[in-house]
């Protein structure tokens, strides 16, 4: 009995030693390093489901660091729209309009193609520590994979999200799952990572799930069929020029 | 001339039945004419009475950088410590209450509205105590009350209301983004239904506390527009010209502007749409000039026999001429007389009853700030310029055939049938 005792303690201490091994910070900046690759392009397709059916929208996109993307639209309904992110700015341009448009404000929280992923979503910011004070809840399995429960909340008022929580795969430091929120913790969106693919030595989501709470009856799943990461990329994609060739 | 007179009026009343149709059909058009031009000035008039009362108020102070962005309505380039300003534009006999303009997603639940739904709307955020000395939605509450400073309740436009199925008591969320960029999700429930005069309002109105929504949009107390009622009767340039000289002469940090400015995308509108008027009236005053012409065409060449006859007995073309041209200006003055009185009986009901094109307003926008009754206006020059119009005209169409007739011998004039 004596001897349950003790084993049950070292137990208890072994958990909380390898919980506190790891801070929250640092779970943080190997999330946002699986996250942030130096160049990628990569190939996918966005699928909403609402009450009027599927609709199925497919892409191209350019990312450097953590701050510049751009996403062209390759399907045929929206082929050559353009989304350009760079630090602090939004542009879409419309082809058929050959118009370009610079979002700002609640034109951020438009929906993208009808879906539940806003512009801000598609190519948002990865410096999570510089926008949110990080704090480490549980640990808590997704699906069969052990993960760190984080809870952010924003240092200022320039996030879109001013709570989040996510779980981050113990191992692969990938994000499973997130939940964003309003300060007062009301629920706007649920994202859920459905399946992985390993590019470069790292897991990341090929299909994830995002639902708008606030819209019921409506989810999107983001797809990615190709993943090319540290490819070389002519700096001149994130400029303006560029979005309107 | 005196003959001249007296043998015009004695065919006047000789024949009685033609000059009281010939003056009925000039009285009928002038009196269109009236009723016309009424109608249309009356509706710009509280188009523009409308947009002021209700949209953009007689002058506006917002800040520098606000004003080429207001149709995005930032948040972050707001009116620091509105109040103060208010109580300077007080001091100064200008009624003012500051507002915060926002975009958000109008989000509707199942559980009150049948089914759940979603839409963008623009949202007017509002201090209870002062916005109607400043707006005039006092008179517009049909159901309800208007919202209590520091709640979560919001007053919605009667077509808005219509439009989604809202009552008093049902519940919406309004999701957006505040001050800097975070999101904000608001539960409101609606207390009130307004029926505004102004379509554009009453299409899409949403009015909560700007208290309430300083708090949660992270505000600081700040708004984004200051809005002012000026006296009818002031000039809103210079007023808007001493408004700026007390608030900030530079204009570096804030700006005041005119209604006209506020409104410039009407007002551009509404110079078009002058141009339209011009031509409905222009129409119609060829109407009525066809109308008076014909008749007054009929009843000089039934007459040339007579003419003949009194040419045949000795008087004077140039008597003659002017006998008939007194004769058709009697008919004119009759019927001109007849047409301004039944225009100004008309012109009575229009401005104070006024025409209800509710139905055709609804589902339609022509541009014009009026939800339903379109109520007339007084133009003395129109009254005038109508009374004179069928006077002469009469005189000036009896001219021409009365000449070709002189210009025939006697003997033709004698057999002309």
């Known amino acids: 009995m004596k001897r349950r005792i003790i084993m049950s303690i070292l137990f208890a201490l072994i958990t909380i030693a390898s919980l506190s091994a790891i801070t929250a910070e640092e779970i943080v900046r190997k999330m946002d390093e699986t996250e942030t690759f130096a160049t990628s392009y990569s190939e996918g397709a966005i699928i909403t489901t609402d009450r009027f059916g599927v609709k199925t929208s497919t892409f191209k996109a350019w990312s450097r660091g953590a701050y510049d993307s751009l996403i062209e639209f390759t399907s045929v309904a929206e ?132 639902a708008d709470k606030m819209k019921r009856d409506s989810a999107t799943e983001m797809r990615l069929d190709r993943l090319e990461i540290d490819v070389n990329l002519d700096p001149a994609i994130f400029s303006l020029q560029n979005l309107t060739w | 001339m005196r003959f001249i007179i007296s043998l015009a009026f004695k065919n006047l009343m000789r024949y009685k039945r033609r000059t009281v149709i010939t003056a009925v059909a000039i009285a009928v058009g002038l009196m269109m004419y009236i009723f016309v031009d009424s109608l249309l000035l009356g509706a710009e008039y509280e188009s523009m009475r409308n947009l002021r009362w209700y949209e953009t108020s007689s002058a506006r102070i917002m800040h520098t950088d606000y004003r080429e962005d207001r149709r995005l309505m930032p948040l972050d380039v707001s009116i620091e410590d509105p109040y103060s300003i208010i109580s300077q534009l007080e001091q100064a006999g200008y009624k003012a209450a500051p507002r915060i303009m926002f975009a958000a997603d109008l989000i509707l639940h199942s559980e009150d509205f049948g089914e759940d739904g979603n839409m963008a709307a623009q949202v007017t955020a509002v201090d209870p105590n002062l916005d109607n000395s400043v707006f005039r939605f006092a008179d517009t509450l049909v159901e309800g009350r208007f919202c209590e400073p520091g709640t979560n309740e919001v007053v919605i436009g009667s077509w808005f209301a219509e439009d989604i199925g809202a009552e008093p008591g049902y519940w919406i969320t309004l999701v957006t983004r505040g001050n800097g960029g975070f999101y904000e999700a608001m539960d409101m429930q609606i207390v009130g239904i307004v029926d505004c005069p102004n379509p554009n309002v009453n299409r899409t109105l949403l009015m909560v506390p700007i208290d309430t929504i300083s708090d949660y949009l992270a505000m600081e107390g700040n708004a984004t527009e200051i809005n002012i009622a000026l006296p009818e009767s002031e000039d809103s340039g210079k007023a808007v010209e001493r408004i700026q000289d007390m608030i900030d002469p530079t204009g570096k940090s804030l700006v005041a502007v005119s209604w006209e400015e506020l409104a410039h995308d009407y007002i551009a509108l509404a110079e078009a749409k002058r141009g339209g008027t011009g031509m409905i009236l222009f129409l119609v005053f060829i109407i009525a000039a066809v109308g008076i012409s014909n008749t007054m065409l009929m009843a000089i060449f039934e007459r040339i026999r007579e003419l003949g ?108 049938r």
Not at chain 1, 152 to 179: C, H, I, L, N, S
Not at chain 2, 387 to 413: E, H, N
């Open chain 1, 79 to 210: 082929r050559g729209q353009k989304v350009l992110r760079t630090s602090g700015e939004l542009y879409l341009f419309y082809p058929d309009a050959q118009e370009l448009i610079r979002l700002q404000g609640a034109a951020l929280r438009q929906s993208m193609l009808g879906s539940d992923i806003s512009y801000e979503d598609m190519t948002g910011e990865k410096d999570t520590l510089a926008q949110y004070d990080v704090k480490l809840l549980r640990q808590e399995r997704v699906g069969e994979r052990n993960c760190h429960v984080l809870q952010f909340d924003a240092k200022t008022r320039t996030v879109a999200y001013p709570m989040q929580v996510v779980w981050v795969d113990t191992e692969t430091y990938m994000v499973w799952k997130g939940e964003f929120s309003t300060k007062t913790g009301r629920l706007l969106k649920e994202m859920l990572v459905l399946e992985t693919m390993v590019v470069d030595g790292r897991t990341l989501p090929k299909v994830t799930r995002i």
């Open chain 2, 309 to 416: 006859m009194m040419r045949a007995l000795g008087m004077n073309d140039r008597d003659i001429q002017w006998a008939f041209m007194v004769e058709a200006g009697g008919i004119g003055l009759l019927g001109s007389t007849a047409g301004v009185l039944l225009g100004v009986l008309m012109n009575l009901y229009l401005t104070v009853k006024g025409i209800n094109f509710g139905r055709f307003m609804r589902d339609m926008d022509m541009g014009y700030r009026i939800q339903s009754s379109i109520t007339g206006v007084w133009s003395l020059g129109t009254i005038v310029t109508a009374f004179f119009f069928g006077t002469i005209l009469s005189m000036a169409v009896a001219y021409i055939p009365t000449r070709r007739a002189l210009k025939m011998d006697i003997p033709s004039c004698l057999r002309h």
